[in-house]
């Protein structure tokens, strides 16, 4: 701030005596009219007189204890995040004559902490919990006047503006909220005249701000958990819309389909120009409050989340109400047996062998035994996983997915079975839900299953026996119930021949197992599934879905598919963005899908490396054999070759097999 305004903050002692004056003055009806007085000061002045008793001399008597409960739970977060600071000033200001007191953002004390042979002192003037020290209660002081103006200030003395209090000097600073900047509170050090430091000010200035950054660092962890929330009930919302309101009623999140299906449910009900960020949902006393409610909102919608006792937000969601209406004929194929609450029938496809493989999924749908989806990376193993869950009454439930390759083996562990406070370095406050304990209820999805580190398995397997958990660093069982789907690429059945996984797991996971086809053995499904999924990405870009050229169709349907429907779909998203016209033809889709040379990486041989010994071209053909097997799975291909996975990267890097690592992965995609 400018110097002149920095000046305005700060009490100057040698005043005193010309302060004193200007006071009499101004209670006897004149002006200060005193250099020495600060402006602020005068302006406080002014607004007490005629309000405040300038003879107080102590501040109004504390509340009674039921109203000061109802306060100090009211502020419980800002007295939660004042903790430490309070707890530590019973040492730091031992001796000092001086005292920190917390209030809310009326001027009711909280908290008073310090040096306690001041106790006595403070009693006397009702420097307590539940004593109020607004400047409308005690006249010009600190706290009252730094709630007032929204700005540190120090009060010295002769500047109070009631005489039973001219004995004090007091510094004290405003504590915002880390989300809108509105005051919480304030943090005030107090003493006696001759206590007086400039840097108390310093002092007060700082303690707010460790208190307003211990807010936000508490806010941030509500938000990370509701967002957690939110990517479990992304599961369940099928095509819904999905709008995340944190618990300031502000929309902080939704899905690709919330936009559109606001516009559409509220019609010429919402301003034109409106967006999302523009919703407010409105809170009252800790619930929503349903008469100030948008009247286009069905009260119905809202979903509040609350977790372990904490309000996190509202999930709002906006039903499509068309679902079943499919953009025309061609872009979906009505699979046999599907009806309204058929999530199979979504899924696209009328190949006899895909057919089959619906056809078993509607039966296994029955039973809540343990699933195990088999199939070739990118063959649409998490669609079934999620049509199994959206198909009756566990539609609502909690749908969990987590991939196990994704992760170190440190990571996977805290993610599927959650930490408490303080179980390791790093651990957030309060600990973490994790993916098992909030799939209860619901559906664990666990993706890429076969990646699981040995050692974690008997863990995992604990847990599907004895429907019993234990978080990272707690010794109380928790009880989940929750159906587990599993799905991988690879022959388990070899990986626990060759000791790579455990039998006793599987059996336990492969209770029933369900193989899906590849693309290449569905080719009559390409042209409908290519349009549906041209349909998709087309409005994730809110454009028009273009039709597919005939040409394009041919190379569409000449293709090996490699990486089955996830490389149709990188195909045609990379068409899609160079396509300025109605249709999508063949020039726009990627140049090495029409090259039927295989990538580097497929070939049998590439020819030796120049200046690698015969010894280390047995090991390149070694590594190109393992990355073949294992489809690019550079996790896998590690655990296949008994070497650490950044010694992998060194050996690609020395062979120059990385570019050709990429293009294989790319085409997966």
Request: hydrophobic share 40%; net charge neutral; charged share 25%.
């Amino acid at each position: 701030m400018p110097g002149t305004e920095l000046r305005q903050r700060f009490s100057r002692p040698e005043n005193d005596h010309h302060i004193m004056r200007s006071w009499e003055r101004f209670l006897g009806g004149e002006e200060p009219g005193s250099d020495t007085l600060r402006r602020l000061i005068g302006a406080s002045w002014r607004r007490c007189h005629g309000e405040v008793d300038p003879t107080r001399d102590q501040a109004p008597p504390p509340m009674p204890g039921e109203a000061l409960h109802g306060v100090l739970e009211g502020n419980g977060e800002l007295i939660a995040a004042s903790g430490t600071v309070m707890a530590s000033a019973r040492d730091f200001l031992s001796e000092t004559g001086t005292v920190v007191v917390l209030t809310d953002a009326a001027g009711v004390v909280l908290s008073v902490e310090g040096d306690t042979a001041l106790r006595g002192r403070t009693e006397n003037i009702h420097l307590m919990p539940g004593a109020s020290w607004s400047e409308a209660s005690c006249g010009t002081n600190a706290i009252g006047t730094a709630l007032q103006i929204g700005q540190p200030i120090q009060i010295h003395s002769a500047e109070h503006f009631c005489s039973g209090i001219k004995r004090w000097s007091c510094s004290a600073s405003v504590i915002r909220d880390p989300v809108n900047q509105s005051v919480l509170g304030a943090i005030d050090i107090s003493g006696l005249n001759d206590s007086y430091s400039r840097h108390s000010l310093a002092l007060a200035v700082a303690t707010a701000g460790r208190i307003e950054n211990r807010l936000a660092k508490h806010e941030m962890g509500l938000r990370y958990r509701l967002l957690d929330q939110y990517l479990q009930r992304l599961g369940a919302v099928g095509r819904d819309g999905l709008i995340v309101f944190d618990r300031h009623g502000r929309a902080v999140k939704a899905n690709e389909r919330a936009a559109d299906l606001m516009t559409r449910l509220a019609k010429d009900r919402v301003e034109h120009g409106a967006t999302i960020r523009d919703l407010q949902m409105p809170w009252h006393k800790g619930r929503i409050d349903p008469q100030q409610l948008p009247n286009w909102i069905d009260r119905d919608w809202i979903e509040p989340v609350q977790v372990d006792g904490d309000r996190l937000g509202a999930f709002l969601v906006l039903p499509d109400k068309s679902a079943l209406v499919r953009r025309n004929s061609s872009h979906v194929v009505a699979n046999p047996g599907s009806g309204p609450s058929d999530a199979f029938g979504q899924l696209i496809g009328q190949a006899p062998r895909y057919v089959a493989a619906l056809s078993r999924a509607r039966q296994l749908v029955r039973s809540a035994a343990p699933l195990l989806l088999l199939g070739e990376t990118g063959v649409g193993k998490d669609a079934f996983a999620r049509a199994f869950h959206d198909n009756g009454s566990t539609a609502k439930t909690p749908f969990v997915a987590v991939n196990c390759g994704g992760f170190s083996r440190e990571l996977l562990t805290s993610e599927l079975f959650g930490y408490a406070e303080g179980a390791f370095t790093g651990a957030r406050r309060g600990g973490m839900i994790g993916k098992i304990e909030a799939a209860n209820g619901g559906t664990l999805f666990l993706d890429e299953i076969g990646e699981m580190p040995l050692d974690l398995q008997p863990h995992l397997l604990r847990v599907l026996e004895s429907g019993e958990l234990h978080r990272i660093g707690e010794t109380r069982p928790r009880k989940v119930e929750f159906r587990l789907i599993a799905a991988t690429n690879r022959a388990l059945k070899s990986e626990v021949q060759e000791g790579r996984f455990r039998m006793d797991l599987y059996y336990r996971i492969a209770v029933t197992t369900l193989a899906l086809p590849a693309l290449r053995e569905r080719r009559e499904d390409l042209a409908p599934l290519a349009e549906h999924l041209l349909a998709q990405i087309a409005a994730r870009y809110q454009r028009p879905a273009p039709r597919i050229a005939p040409e394009a169709l041919r190379a569409l349907h000449d293709h090996d598919w490699p990486g089955n429907i996830r490389e149709l779909r990188n195909v045609l998203e990379s068409g899609l963005l160079i396509c300025e016209g109605e249709e999508l033809r063949a020039e726009h889709l990627p140049p090495d899908l029409f090259d039927t040379t295989p990538p580097p990486l497929l070939a049998t041989g590439n020819g030796p490396c120049p200046g690698i010994s015969p010894l280390e071209l047995a090991e390149r053909e070694a590594i190109l054999h393992s990355v073949r097997l294992h489809q690019g799975n550079l996790t896998s291909v590690a655990r296949d070759l008994g070497i650490a996975k950044s010694t992998l990267y060194v050996k690609l890097d020395r062979f120059g097999l990385k570019e050709s690592v990429a293009i294989l992965r790319t085409g997966e995609r």
